[in-house]
C-alpha cells in the first residue's frame, strides 16, 4: 500500500495500518517511493544521445556507451565492466546525469547540446535533423 505523507488523511490511514501491523507482530518492508525519470526526461536525453553521435558518426547505442563510460557511469562485477543503466535513476539522479553530460559535451568536446528549453522551442527541426542522421551509414566512416 502506498501514502502520500503529504496528505493527512493518508498520514491517518498509514498510522492506523502500522498500528495493526504492530499488534500482529508480522514482518513488514517499508521503503521510501522515489519518482522514476519522466517520459519527457527520457525523450531529451534520447535526444541528446542522438545529437551527441551524430556529431561524431557514432549509433545511438555506441553514443550511450561512449557517453557513459567518459562521465564514470559504469560498475565492475566478477571482473567485467558494466554501463550503468539511465532507466533506473530517479527524476533527480537522471538530471544530474544530464547536466554532467551537457557540461562535459560543451567543454572537452566543444559540441554544445541544448537546454531542455531550448530544445522544444525546436523540436520538429531537431526531430528531422536527427531522422536524416538515422540513416546515414556510419560503418563507411572511420
Known amino acids: 500500500m502506498k ?3 503529504e496528505r493527512s488523511y493518508d ?5 492506523e495500518y502500522l498500528s495493526k501491523l ?3 507482530k508480522v514482518c513488514i518492508e517499508l521503503k521510501k517511493v522515489v519518482r522514476k525519470r519522466t517520459n519527457l526526461q527520457n525523450s531529451y536525453l534520447h535526444v541528446l544521445f542522438s545529437l551527441w553521435g551524430d556529431k561524431f558518426g557514432l549509433y545511438l547505442s555506441e ?3 561512449t557517453v557513459k563510460e567518459e562521465l564514470g557511469y559504469t560498475y565492475t562485477k566478477k571482473g567485467r565492466v558494466f554501463l550503468m543503466q539511465t532507466s533506473i535513476m530517479d527524476t533527480k539522479q537522471l538530471t544530474v546525469f544530464i547536466d554532467k553530460f551537457r557540461d562535459w559535451s ?8 541544448p537546454s531542455p528549453e531550448e530544445y522544444y522551442l525546436d523540436q520538429i527541426r531537431i526531430d528531422n535533423e536527427i531522422e536524416i542522421y538515422k540513416n546515414l551509414d556510419y560503418t563507411q566512416k572511420q
Open 3 to 5: 501514502y502520500n505523507l
Open 11 to 15: 498520514v491517518q490511514r498509514a498510522n
Open 22 to 24: 504492530t499488534k500482529d
Open 63 to 65: 553514443a550511450k556507451q
Open 106 to 113: 560543451s567543454i572537452e568536446c566543444k559540441h554544445y547540446l
